[in-house]
């Protein structure tokens, strides 16, 4: 089985920071699009930004310039550095990865359990 699991959300003033992790573990034979989705209450899940494992990026119209995606292949582990947060980033940021778990077996989605983020003055 696969686990991805989130880390380092919290309550931040306006303007702070703060860097996510996420950490893909268990039966894993490759990673390829790794991302950072958030959810808001009442609205949709969104995508933040993906990265691939060359480290191709996309991002979000609303998190460009403040946020970088990042990766470390070896760790298979995922990062989100996210600057000059706001009030509407408020949100549970969910991992998200493209996994191969063996070299016969097609890719699957996995998701992470979701960590909070709030920023409040």
């Known amino acids: 089985q696969v686990q991805l699991v989130e880390s380092g959300g919290g309550l931040v003033q306006p303007g702070g920071s703060l860097r996510l992790s996420c950490v893909a573990s268990?039966?894993?034979?490759?990673?390829?699009?790794m991302g950072w989705y958030r959810q808001a209450p009442g609205k949709q899940r969104e995508l933040v930004a993906t990265?691939?494992?060359?480290?191709?990026?996309i991002y979000a119209d609303f998190v460009k310039g403040r946020f970088t995606i990042s990766r470390d292949n070896a760790k298979n582990t995922l990062f989100l550095q996210m600057n000059s947060l706001k009030p509407e980033d408020t949100a549970v940021y969910y991992c998200n990865a493209r996994i191969q778990r063996s070299p016969i077996q097609s890719r699957n989605d996995y998701w992470g359990q979701g960590t909070q983020v709030t920023v409040s003055s």
């Open positions: 268990g039966t894993i034979f490759s990673i390829n699009v």
């Open positions: 990265i691939t494992r060359s480290g191709s990026t």
